[in-house]
């Protein structure tokens, strides 16, 4: 499977494509972008997580470019070039549901993190065993005051219906078995990454995407082409062009390899 030449960025995915369980990054997967970014490929990260979640990912790997926050927030060596903040009255009604059931929030904003409640056992398993982040503080009373570009929710799955019956404008996307991206219906990652193709000025078919959750279905149907790790999410894998091999088995570099680009 050979990559035309006119491959010119290739978008990575953070967790269970760049970081794996433990929250390392494999030593071929670093190696592989090292060798991307000196060919003169554009390399950018496209993740769920806040700005300030993936900071330390994008310094290990020299990346000055990411879609973060699901495709609600982009920008290109420091500069932002998409911004698109869930309305705040918007953030209100959710929060209004979820404190009737006593349902756990998350607040993601550029650099804001909170949480609706003091170290809440299921935020605290997503953020220090999954995210490998420290638990976010209690929100302060009232409304956030700051954008929220996404909120994570956490409530049993036969609850997630009332949710989205109450939100048709939101959509729900599970990220974790705990927890759910709230995102406004029809943003996506794609979107993020569209706008940031844009600014470049390359074509989608010039773009390369790697993922492994359902969050990165759209951004893989997108692309020219789009690569699902080995241990992606059974749902995510259709829209793949191609399956690389799993992220402790050196996915990435198999995945660039096999695609022609290194």
């Not at 309305?87 to 993601?108: F, G, H, K, R």
């Not at 406004?184 to 074509?203: E, Y």
């Amino acid at each position: 499977m050979n990559a035309p030449t006119s491959y010119k960025i290739v978008f990575f995915d953070i967790d269970g494509t760049l970081l794996n369980k433990a929250g390392r990054i494999p030593d071929s997967a670093r190696e592989a972008i090292r060798k991307l970014q000196a060919s003169g490929i554009h390399v950018a990260l496209a993740t769920g997580r806040a700005p300030s979640h993936m900071a330390s990912v994008a310094k290990e790997l020299n990346i000055d470019s990411f879609v973060c926050l699901t495709g609600s927030y982009a920008v290109f060596r420091g500069s932002v070039i998409h911004d698109r903040p869930l309305s705040p009255s918007t953030v209100e009604q959710v929060m209004s549901l979820a404190s009737e059931n006593d349902d756990a929030l998350v607040y993601l904003g550029r650099e804001e993190v909170f949480g609706s409640h003091e170290a809440h056992p299921h935020v605290k398993e997503t953020f220090a065993n999954w995210l490998h982040q420290e638990v976010p503080e209690r929100l302060p009373p009232g409304p956030p005051q700051f954008p929220v570009y996404q909120l994570l929710l956490y409530c049993p799955e036969d609850r997630v219906p009332l949710y989205e019956e109450r939100f048709p404008e939101l959509s729900l996307i599970r990220w974790h078995p705990l927890s759910l991206d709230i995102i406004p219906r029809g943003a996506s990652k794609a979107a993020g990454v569209k706008a940031l193709l844009a600014h470049l000025g390359i074509a989608a078919e010039e773009a390369v995407a790697f993922g492994d959750a359902l969050n990165d279905r759209e951004m893989l149907s997108y692309v020219g082409m789009g690569v699902a790790m080995g241990n992606a999410h059974e749902g995510l894998k259709p829209y793949a062009r191609f399956i690389t091999r799993h992220i402790d088995d050196d996915g990435i570099l198999h995945g660039l390899r096999r695609i022609g680009l290194l």
